[in-house]
């Protein structure tokens, strides 16, 4: 599946006329010969992103979930700590081989952080067994079929600096010896596994290849009409807005000003400098990541 704009489909007429980027519609294409095989309209009840509802409907609590799209450390793990161990949301983590519908050490065993982990939770049609409140995934359009028109999810997502999740994602693979010791910052974005652009790239559904000013704006329609979002480096206002949208009681008074006060004694600054050759050399390739939290 890819997400594009009618005049990248070749589609007839009538699509160009009625597309309009902010309007996306889903395609279905052969990775083979590249032929259009199906288009789903933005409209349709068929389309991924109508499993989640607008931000401006009111809330069904009976019949919506609450769909976390969490980009790498973007302050993902804080905030599932916070909305787990703050306000009782449960939710899924495998703990054990093999995956099952057991809770282990406070959470169901099943990985929403792969995408067999997310047909599995399909399969095992986990959002109709009522069995967790908080579905936290990094793949979106993997995430997001796990629902449907019928029971929805509402969705949020903190967004952190391109620059910042770059740095933290640069130390990580030092750490771990998946670039060599000696890399600079400033080379990280030419290595072979650096994913640029992770929000538009994952909005849109354009995991590879060249994006264009047509995806962010894409982009852009999604999170305007889909997501409520938070900014990283404005954690404890974000997280008062998430108890607002979702009306979220904490299980101790004070548990995210407490919990937040102590993360942020242990986290360290960030070291590359804005202007710096680091910061614009990855600033220039994640410029339509680096757009869209402006326009945010």
Not at 4 to 15: A, L, W
Not at 35 to 52: G, R, Y
Not at 100 to 107: K, M, N, P, R
Not at 145 to 172: C, D, N, T
Request: include cysteine; glycine fraction near 6%.
């Amino acid at each position: 599946f890819r997400l594009i704009d009618g005049r990248e489909t070749g589609s007839s007429e009538e699509h160009r006329a009625r597309a309009h980027p902010s309007q996306p519609f889903f395609v279905t294409i052969n990775d083979d010969t590249g032929e259009v095989l199906e288009v789903i309209e933005s409209d349709s009840a068929q389309h991924p992103l109508s499993n989640l509802a607008d931000i401006r409907t009111p809330r069904d609590a009976r019949n919506e979930e609450f769909f976390y799209f969490v980009a790498p450390y973007a302050q993902g793990s804080l905030v599932r700590n916070l909305l787990s161990h703050c306000f009782g949301l449960r939710r899924a983590e495998k703990r054990q081989d093999p995956e099952s519908l057991d809770v282990i050490e406070g959470a169901l065993n099943l990985n929403l952080y792969s995408r067999q982990g997310l047909i599995n939770a399909k399969e095992l049609d986990l959002v109709g067994r009522s069995l967790v409140d908080l579905y936290d995934t990094s793949y979106f359009y993997e995430g997001i079929q796990l629902f449907s028109p019928e029971h929805r999810a509402r969705g949020f997502f903190m967004m952190e600096h391109p620059i910042h999740s770059a740095e933290k994602l640069f130390l990580a693979a030092k750490a771990r010896g998946a670039i060599k010791a000696n890399m600079k910052f400033v080379s990280y974005p030419n290595s072979t596994n650096y994913v640029d652009n992770f929000y538009v790239r994952s909005l849109t559904n354009a995991l590879r290849g060249e994006l264009t000013h047509e995806h962010l704006l894409v982009a852009k329609g999604i999170i305007a009409r889909k997501f409520m979002i938070g900014i990283a480096d404005y954690l404890a206002e974000s997280m008062k807005r998430l108890r607002v949208y979702y009306n979220l009681k904490e299980t101790s008074e004070n548990c995210v000003t407490l919990n937040l006060n102590e993360a942020q004694e242990r986290e360290e600054p960030y070291k590359t400098k804005r202007g710096s050759d680091g910061w614009n050399a990855v600033a220039l390739v994640n410029r339509f990541d680096v757009s869209l939290l402006n326009y945010v």
